[in-house]
C-alpha cells in the first residue's frame, strides 16, 4: 500500500476516539433544557461548532440541529481527506443520499410557497448543506435551486446532471396531479442504481463493501412491499435490481398482510415486522432492520484494514451519532416513550 496513504490512515483511525459514547446519548437524554444540551456538547468534541453558531441562532429552535448537522459535516470532510483515489465516485454515490434529501425538501417547499430563509433551514444545515461534500452539487447549485420561483424552476436547473434529467420525466404528471411522490420515488430509486453501478466501477475490491450495499438494497426494496401491504402503493417500477435477492422473486411473493413478508430470507426481519404490528409504524420496522444492518457490518469496517471499509466506518458512525443525538433531543420536545426511544436508537 502507498505508505502516505497508510499514514493518512492511521491519522482518519485516531480521530475515532471522538465519537460520543453510550454513556453520553444516556447523558444527553437527562439533560432538560438545549442550553445544558449545547454546554454538554461543547465539553465532547463539539466546541468547534458550538462556538461558530451560537452566537448567530443562538434564539433558534434549530440551533441544535444547525451543531449536529454542521459536525457530522466535519466529520465527513474530515474522511474525504484520507480516501484512496479510485473510491472517490463509490463514496461520492453514497453521499449524495445527502443532495437527493436536500433536494426533496427544496421541491417541497416550491410547492408550499416557503420562502428562501424557510427552505435554508430546513436543508441539512444552514449555509453549509452537505451536498458540498459529493461533487455533484456545489454551493453555488444549491443558492440556485432556492432561488427558483416553482418545482419546474428547480427541475431546469438540475437539468445538467442526472437529477435532473430523472425528475423532468414526471413534471407533465406534477402539472396535472399537484403530487411529489413520484418524483421522490424515483430520486430513491436512482440513488439505489447509481451506488450499485459505482460498487462495480470500484472493482468490489472489499467484498463486504459489495455486501453492505446489496442487503442495503434488500431492505430497501423489503420496505417497498411492506409499504405495498399497507397502501397499496403500485411498487413494480420501484424494486431496485442489485440486491442478494432477485426482483423478480420479490415481485412474485403473495402478499396478503404484513405477516407475508417473513417469507423473505433477511436476518432480523421477523422481528422487525412483529415490531411494526405492536405501532403500526413502518419508520419504527426499518429502524429495526436499520440497527440489524448495522451490527452485521459495522464491526466488520471498523477492523478493516487500511482502506474504504473503515472509511466507510467513520462516515455511517458520524451519521448515527447525529441521529442518535438529534433523537435524543427530540425526545424532550415530543413526550416520547423510553421504550420508543430505546427502539429507535442505533446501537452499534
Same mark, same amino acid.
Given at each position: 500500500?502507498?505508505?502516505?496513504?497508510?499514514?493518512?490512515?492511521?491519522?482518519?483511525?485516531?480521530?475515532?476516539?471522538?465519537?460520543?459514547?453510550?454513556?453520553?446519548?444516556?447523558?444527553?437524554?437527562?439533560?432538560?433544557?438545549?442550553?445544558?444540551?449545547?454546554?454538554?456538547?461543547?465539553?465532547?468534541?463539539?466546541?468547534?461548532?458550538?462556538?461558530?453558531?451560537?452566537?448567530?441562532?443562538?434564539?433558534?429552535?434549530?440551533?441544535?440541529?444547525?451543531?449536529?448537522?454542521?459536525?457530522?459535516?466535519?466529520?465527513?470532510?474530515?474522511?474525504?481527506?484520507?480516501?484512496?483515489?479510485?473510491?472517490?465516485?463509490?463514496?461520492?454515490?453514497?453521499?449524495?443520499?445527502?443532495?437527493?434529501?436536500?433536494?426533496?425538501?427544496?421541491?417541497?417547499?416550491?410547492?408550499?410557497?416557503?420562502?428562501?430563509?424557510?427552505?435554508?433551514?430546513?436543508?441539512?444545515?444552514?449555509?453549509?448543506?452537505?451536498?458540498?461534500?459529493?461533487?455533484?452539487?456545489?454551493?453555488?447549485?444549491?443558492?440556485?435551486?432556492?432561488?427558483?420561483?416553482?418545482?419546474?424552476?428547480?427541475?431546469?436547473?438540475?437539468?445538467?446532471?442526472?437529477?435532473?434529467?430523472?425528475?423532468?420525466?414526471?413534471?407533465?404528471?406534477?402539472?396535472?396531479?399537484?403530487?411529489? *411522490?413520484?418524483?421522490?420515488? *424515483?430520486?430513491?430509486?436512482?440513488?439505489?442504481?447509481?451506488?450499485?453501478?459505482?460498487?462495480?466501477?470500484?472493482?468490489?475490491?472489499?467484498?463486504?463493501?459489495?455486501?453492505?450495499?446489496?442487503?442495503?438494497?434488500?431492505?430497501?426494496?423489503?420496505?417497498?412491499?411492506?409499504?405495498?401491504?399497507?397502501?397499496?402503493?403500485?411498487?413494480?417500477?420501484?424494486?431496485?435490481?442489485?440486491?442478494?435477492?432477485?426482483? *423478480?422473486?420479490?415481485?412474485?411473493?403473495?402478499?396478503?398482510?404484513?405477516?407475508?413478508?417473513?417469507?423473505?430470507?433477511?436476518?432480523?426481519?421477523?422481528?422487525?415486522?412483529?415490531?411494526?404490528?405492536?405501532?403500526?409504524?413502518?419508520?419504527?420496522?426499518?429502524?429495526?432492520?436499520?440497527?440489524?444492518?448495522?451490527?452485521?457490518?459495522?464491526?466488520?469496517?471498523?477492523? *478493516?484494514?487500511?482502506?474504504?471499509?473503515?472509511?466507510?466506518?467513520?462516515?455511517?458512525?458520524?451519521?448515527?451519532?447525529?441521529?442518535?443525538?438529534?433523537?435524543?433531543?427530540?425526545?424532550?420536545?415530543?413526550?416520547?416513550?423510553?421504550?420508543?426511544?430505546?427502539?429507535?436508537?442505533?446501537?452499534?
Amino acid at each position: 500500500m502507498n505508505p502516505i496513504y497508510l499514514g493518512k490512515y492511521g491519522q482518519l483511525s485516531s480521530l475515532n476516539n471522538e465519537f460520543l459514547k453510550g454513556s453520553d446519548i444516556n447523558a444527553v437524554l437527562g439533560l432538560q433544557n438545549s442550553e445544558d444540551i449545547i454546554n454538554y456538547l461543547s465539553s465532547r468534541y463539539y466546541k468547534e461548532e458550538v462556538d461558530k453558531f451560537y452566537g448567530e441562532f443562538k434564539t433558534s429552535s434549530e440551533l441544535t440541529g444547525i451543531i449536529l448537522n454542521a459536525h457530522m459535516v466535519n466529520r465527513v470532510n474530515k474522511a474525504l481527506m484520507y480516501l484512496p483515489y479510485d473510491a472517490k465516485m463509490f463514496i461520492s454515490a453514497y453521499l449524495s443520499k445527502f443532495d437527493i434529501e436536500n433536494i426533496k425538501v427544496i421541491l417541497s417547499s416550491k410547492v408550499l410557497k416557503y420562502d428562501i430563509s424557510q427552505t435554508d433551514q430546513f436543508l441539512m444545515i444552514n449555509k453549509n448543506p452537505i451536498g458540498y461534500t459529493t461533487n455533484v452539487l456545489s454551493a453555488d447549485d444549491y443558492k440556485s435551486l432556492l432561488e427558483q420561483p416553482d418545482v419546474e424552476g428547480v427541475i431546469n436547473t438540475l437539468i445538467k446532471n442526472d437529477y435532473g434529467r430523472i425528475l423532468l420525466q414526471y413534471v407533465d404528471e406534477y402539472k396535472m396531479s399537484g403530487n411529489l *411522490s413520484d418524483m421522490f420515488n *424515483s430520486l430513491d430509486k436512482y440513488y439505489y442504481v447509481n451506488l450499485i453501478e459505482q460498487l462495480k466501477v470500484y472493482g468490489g475490491a472489499e467484498s463486504k463493501i459489495g455486501e453492505f450495499v446489496r442487503d442495503l438494497i434488500d431492505m430497501e426494496n423489503i420496505l417497498l412491499l411492506a409499504k405495498s401491504t399497507i397502501t397499496k402503493l403500485d411498487i413494480e417500477n420501484l424494486i431496485i435490481d442489485g440486491g442478494n435477492i432477485p426482483s *423478480s422473486e420479490l415481485m412474485n411473493i403473495k402478499l396478503n398482510d404484513i405477516d407475508d413478508i417473513k417469507a423473505i430470507k433477511w436476518e432480523g426481519l421477523d422481528k422487525a415486522v412483529d415490531e411494526y404490528k405492536k405501532d403500526k409504524s413502518l419508520s419504527n420496522m426499518g429502524m429495526m432492520m436499520k440497527n440489524t444492518l448495522y451490527n452485521n457490518y459495522m464491526l466488520r469496517f471498523k477492523t *478493516s484494514s487500511a482502506g474504504i471499509g473503515f472509511i466507510l466506518y467513520y462516515i455511517l458512525k458520524a451519521e448515527i451519532e447525529r441521529d442518535n443525538l438529534r433523537l435524543a433531543i427530540l425526545s424532550k420536545g415530543y413526550g416520547m416513550s423510553p421504550d420508543f426511544i430505546k427502539k429507535n436508537l442505533i446501537s452499534v
